[in-house]
């Protein structure tokens, strides 16, 4: 199982070009697609169509190579094999027939976009492509809404702007969302925003719907987390400006956090100017 590049054709490690070149076969999704691939690395290698549509049949072509004593590299068009991607079969076939599976790891869509995406640290929830359809899709994101999990999904350009808008209406306007357009490619877009004005973002510029899309929605933990933040950020602001007491009724009022905790970090805040000026 040898991961591929998602875009830029140098992200691939020279193990996963090694085992390219010593494989007897290279079972590859769109054979077009890793000639090029292969062209520019200057790899020979004999390919073999394995896609979904004969999935199967090329599991059983796999198993028989294997079981003449020959290695078989698969590959997809881009990233890891078996992620959102064909690949699970053939492994599942030559792991039954007792053949070793060795996974040369590599680039992958989710992991990229979720390592640079600037969402908290934390478990995340790997959904790949949600329905096509709008009402499958409203539902499975219903589920998926109060999982105390970051969301990673994969998303069509063509379907990328009812899914922000799906997921504001499940997940709630006020999560953040990461919307990761052609990584590692010349158009290369990380954009953070509210999920409520993602829609408006995207439908702004034709060229911000182009390409290929993970999007990332902060977790409800992490959203609760951010709001912790923002009341201290508020309270700092008022007492600035105000009494200890109107700061910490008004700092409560504005982001309904809890009047004990406001009121002691407000104490240590004021202990601290103080001790400061003296
Ligand atoms: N196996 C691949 C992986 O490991 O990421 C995923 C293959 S899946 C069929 C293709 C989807 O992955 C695209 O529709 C897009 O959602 C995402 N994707 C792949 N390459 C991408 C890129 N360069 N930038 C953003 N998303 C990408």
Known sequence: MVATPIGNLEDISPRALQSLARADAIAAEDTRVTARLLDHHRVQGKLVAAHEHNERRAADWIVEQLALGKTVALVTDAGTPAISDPGATVVAKARAAGFRVVPIPGPNAAVTALSASGI???PFL???FLPAKPAARRKALERLAGLPYT???????????????DMSAALGPERTLVIARELTKLFEQIHR???G????WLREDADRRRGEFVLIAEGPAARSESAKLDWERV???LLAELPLAHAVKLA?????AKKNAVYARALQLVRAATSRRS
């Open 120 to 122: 908290a640290e934390g």
């Open 126 to 128: 790997f959904a790949g």
């Open 151 to 165: 969301l990673v999904l994969y998303e069509a350009p063509h379907r990328v702007v009812e899914c922000v808008e």
């Open 193 to 195: 925003c509210a999920l």
């Open 197 to 200: 004005e993602a829609a408006a």
């Open 235 to 237: 309270l700092t602001t």
């Open 252 to 256: 409560c009022k504005l982001t309904g």
